[in-house]
């Protein structure tokens, strides 16, 4: 996880992010990975994270690609905040962090792998 | 990631460094736990040399503010927490189940 991100962190400085941004993004990269690690290769330590990047005009495109089990992003709650502490729960808190600090989160599914990709652009 | 535990007369303090995310923070997990278990529900955690939080990482530290503030019998509160650190809190709303003080000398103080 460390790996992936310095590789982001290097990119979002090439892209020109500031310090806010780059966190947003090592936050939003840490959360899809986790979810891959977790959902779509059920923890089994096994299975291949792609991660590349492409520097845009104002901003980056960071893309995750992964061969494990599809899920469907509208059936992952969006978790209940402004609640008492008791109430809350920790159920899609990753997905909802993600779509939070990117400008852009889109997933797209394929019979061969699953795709991710996560834009951020210059404050 | 080290966790190291400091014991006060009213409070113990945790302190913890790097990064608090999926892979560690079952670590963090079990010391907050042991804590508890032993009837510890006043802490700070120092977060003065820690540069990255995930969700995983704030739901242990939600779990526990839960466990300790049950009966009001204590609290979790933060230390040096990273203003990059704390907006992302902020932004994802969960800044309002913590207070958080400036360094670790005024969060024991404030037991």
Redesign the interface.
Known sequence: ??SI?QFVTQAAHEAGLD??AT??V??AV??AA?NI??HAYQNSGEGVIECSYLILGDGLEITLVDHGIPFDPDAVPTPE??VP??D?K?RG??I??MR??MDEVRFEFSPQSNKLTLVKKKT | MDVTTTEFKRCVVVKTNGRIDGANAPELRAVLKQLTEEGKFNIVLDMSAVNFVASAGWWVLIDTQKTCQQFNRGEVVLAGVSNTIKDSLSLVGMLTYFKIFDDVTSAVGSF
Do not use: F, R, S
Request: glycine share 4%; aromatic share 8%; hydrophobic share 40%.
């Open positions: 996880m460390e991100c310090e806010a966190y947003a090592q936050l840490d959360e986790t690690i977790e905040l402004n502490l008791e809350l920790p808190m990753g909802y962090m939070k600090v």
